[in-house]
């Protein structure tokens, strides 16, 4: 079937420019590209090229193709996919990938070649339409319609609207009636993104951000994963897409406004009317069923801001029943799927219908759920997403199953996985302190391990991004993978108030010290690298959270041990409170209402 060029839907399954058509490039675990490729480069600035790439392309070829046709600096930059950076090979890069070019402070390079322009170079321009999907789901058809209602209605003359509420910069696109069908959020205007429109700037693109375990630029991505995890649409998420979409209305700071559209990449979610949200209307009248399902979707992907705001309210025609009947839809995800174990936030934790007992049909559900499908899943649709994420996804989809099965109510789930605070202290969960003995008893099998068959000493090669990284330095920071031994605490470093403190770790008597016992102050705020009296400081907003439980640096044998561990002990915990040895206790809660 060839590729209609007069479409405004372009999923890049094939290129125009080519002859040859595009085969799929995985195939189960096999990584290696067939046929060519079309990839999205973002600039730390927020600048994006789409280009095509064939099997002899490498990551220098690529930069320079950039520098020629952004005019941008490359020299000491480094190319990522992820939680990959691309030194010369490309084959692990997939259709349609976004890719980062970003600054490299950690080390120079001597073996980068002096790359001369060539033919092919010159000619390198950006051949994208002015939205494309980035992506091939078969769950993305809603969203097709949907941009060709758009592309239509632009070439019509019916522009976006900006939306003004919110931290970060999003658009309301419209179809040919002046109807918004889409709200589109562009990764460089996500707060303290390089463009947001909103003052809030001062990172670049793949540094901690709002969240320390979520960085800038990587929402909209997080938006997409809900979606495709809320399977036969459970829980009513938006349709929603990750594309490349061009327009003069996006926001671009310090740059010459003569240049009338630019390119983002940005999450396409469809716009969904509505009456209100649920802060504006009383919880009584909401139906049980989609409290649960909002619920079940909110703790596998550990939604750390779901407030009132980000639930949608619309009146349903009861057909002239007694009462007025509604739906919630549920959006904004792009705090969920952290890289390390967050306090969430759950509005409807004290909402009367968390309470009840799931029925027979939400329980046939959770127990259909199939974590390692879909990581999977996720890997393959959403390629660029971190590990570390697929490996929270992971721990709390079991943490869920295992919970269900024992008979607890949403309620109850989610004050597990809540922190408390008490005396202005924030205290590890239950779920985190399941997690940190876990850890515990997987390092101490590690460690026999080690002193029967003691390996060699060098590491695997690769990189390990660490989400602690220092503010004033790019995000590119890479660590040798983490490999417990002698001399090393079995817990990696829980909380900082010094970010280079690595010897932060739990006491020898296993005791978990609150918060201010590890001099972490919840009046600590998250620093801006470049504040000036213009911007506005993220202190503002959130204050850093300590991070007690990370995933990211477990080796995947070590993984594998550290899930068996926390599954034991959470069977124990579990039946300890089903029978009553144990009593759920009422929690002090934060909330963070960001509306981005």
Not at 150 to 176: C, E, M, Q, W
Not at 197 to 208: A, D, T
Not at 308 to 327: D, I, P, T
Request: charged share 25%; proline share 6%; hydrophobic share 35%.
């Amino acid at each position: 079937m060839s590729r209609n060029l007069d479409s405004p839907v372009q999923t890049q399954m094939a290129v125009a420019v080519f002859k040859s058509p595009i085969g799929r490039e995985y195939h189960g675990n096999d990584r290696k590209p067939t046929g060519r490729r079309r990839v999205f480069v973002q600039t730390e600035s927020g600048c994006v090229l789409g280009m095509e790439l064939d099997r002899n392309d490498n990551a220098h070829m690529v930069k320079r193709r950039l520098q020629i046709a952004l005019n941008v600096s490359v020299e000491e930059s480094s190319l990522t996919f992820g939680d990959m950076v691309l030194k010369n090979d490309l084959s692990a890069i997939r259709n349609d990938s976004p890719l980062l070019l970003t600054r490299n402070l950690m080390h120079r390079s001597s073996s980068t070649p002096c790359l001369s322009p060539s033919g092919r170079d010159i000619q390198q321009r950006d051949r994208s339409g002015p939205i494309e999907i980035l992506g091939q789901s078969s769950r993305f058809t809603r969203t097709k319609e949907l941009v060709n209602e758009i592309v239509t209605a632009l070439k019509a003359g019916v522009d976006p609207i900006p939306v003004h509420g919110g931290l970060g910069g999003a658009y309301y696109f419209r179809n040919s009636r002046g109807e918004c069908v889409a709200i589109v959020k562009p990764t460089d205007e996500e707060p303290f993104a390089p463009n947001n429109p909103k003052g809030f700037v001062g990172k670049i693109l793949g540094q901690p951000g709002f969240k320390r375990s979520v960085r800038v630029g990587e929402t909209g991505f997080r938006e997409v994963a809900a979606y495709l995890l809320d399977y036969d649409h459970f829980a009513n998420v938006p349709p929603t897409a990750l594309v490349k979409i061009t327009h003069s209305i996006f926001n671009v700071n310090d740059f010459d406004r003569k240049k009338k559209h630019f390119s983002k990449i940005a999450s396409f979610q469809q716009f969904i009317s509505h009456d209100f949200d649920a802060s504006d209307h009383g919880t009584s009248s909401f139906p049980v069923s989609s409290v649960h399902r909002i619920g079940i979707l909110d703790i596998r992907i550990l939604n750390t801001d779901r407030h009132a705001g980000n639930l949608l309210v619309r009146k349903v025609n009861n057909g002239g029943k007694f009462g007025q009947q509604v739906e919630l839809i549920p959006i904004d995800h792009g705090l969920c799927l952290p890289e390390s174990l967050e306090d969430p936030y759950f509005e409807w934790i004290h909402w009367a219908q968390a309470s009840i007992p799931f029925s027979e049909d939400e329980l046939d559900y959770i127990e259909s759920l199939d974590p390692y499908h879909d990581s999977e899943m996720l890997r393959n649709e959403l390629p660029m997403i971190r590990e570390a994420c697929l490996r929270v996804l992971t721990l709390c989809t079991i943490f869920l199953k295992q919970a269900a099965g024992y008979g607890l109510c949403l309620a109850e789930i989610g004050e597990m996985m809540t922190r408390e605070f008490r005396r202005g202290e924030e205290e590890p969960s239950e779920l985190e302190m399941l997690c940190m003995e876990a850890r515990r008893a997987a390092a101490e099998r590690e460690r026999e391990t080690y002193v029967l068959s003691p390996k060699p000493g060098s590491q695997e090669d690769g990189f390990q991004f660490e989400i602690d990284c220092d503010d004033s330095e790019s995000s590119i920071n890479p660590t040798l993978p983490f490999h417990f031994g002698f001399g090393r605490n079995p817990l990696s470093k829980l909380v900082e108030e010094d970010e280079n403190d690595e010897d932060a770790v739990l006491p020898a008597s296993g005791k978990v010290p609150s918060v201010s016992n590890l001099s972490m102050s919840l009046n600590k705020s998250l620093s801006v690298g470049d504040s000036s009296a213009a911007h506005r400081s993220a202190s503002e907003q959130l204050p850093a959270s300590p991070s007690f439980v990370k995933v990211a640096d477990m080796t995947d044998e070590g993984w594998g041990v550290f899930l068996e561990k926390f599954q034991g002990l959470l069977a124990h915990a579990l039946t300890d409170r089903k029978s009553g040895s144990v009593g759920s206790r009422q929690k002090q809660r934060l909330g963070t209402s960001c509306r981005f």
